[in-house]
């Protein structure tokens, strides 16, 4: 994620561990309420580095925060594999600009 300058490390079993001081991960439900751990939800952060820009985000991810990895033990929340996109979030980031530029292009070529 782009607006993160925290990485995220992908362990052995495809986790995305987010364990450290610097970010706080949230899951939140449609209400933008905090679930907690080992639910499904819109995924947020506040990120304590930025200082050009807020450091608190909601994204269109929907995750699922887990207190710690099933596959690898490591402590610290983490973010299971299956990440995708909220109903009716639209693709965010550069290649999916890139990829509507390219389709919008190839549609206006066919006319």
Do not use: Q, W
């Not at 610290?76 to 990440?83: A, E, M, N, Q, T």
């Not at 996109?85 to 006319?111: F, I, N, S, W, Y």
Request: charged share 25%.
């Amino acid at each position: 994620m782009a607006e993160s300058v925290v990485p995220y490390v992908e362990c052995e079993g495809h986790y995305y561990h987010t364990g450290n001081t610097l970010l706080h991960p949230l899951v939140l439900d449609d209400e933008l309420e905090p679930l907690g751990y080992g639910k499904d939800g819109r995924f947020a952060f506040i990120d304590t580095l930025p200082h050009a820009y807020p450091g608190c985000i909601i994204s269109g991810d929907k995750v699922k925060l887990l207190e710690s990895c099933p596959s690898c033990n490591r402590p610290g929340p983490v973010i299971s594999p299956s990440v995708g996109r909220m109903p009716g979030a639209e693709d965010a980031g550069c290649a999916a600009m890139v990829r509507k530029l390219m389709e919008e292009e190839a549609a206006g070529r066919r006319t």
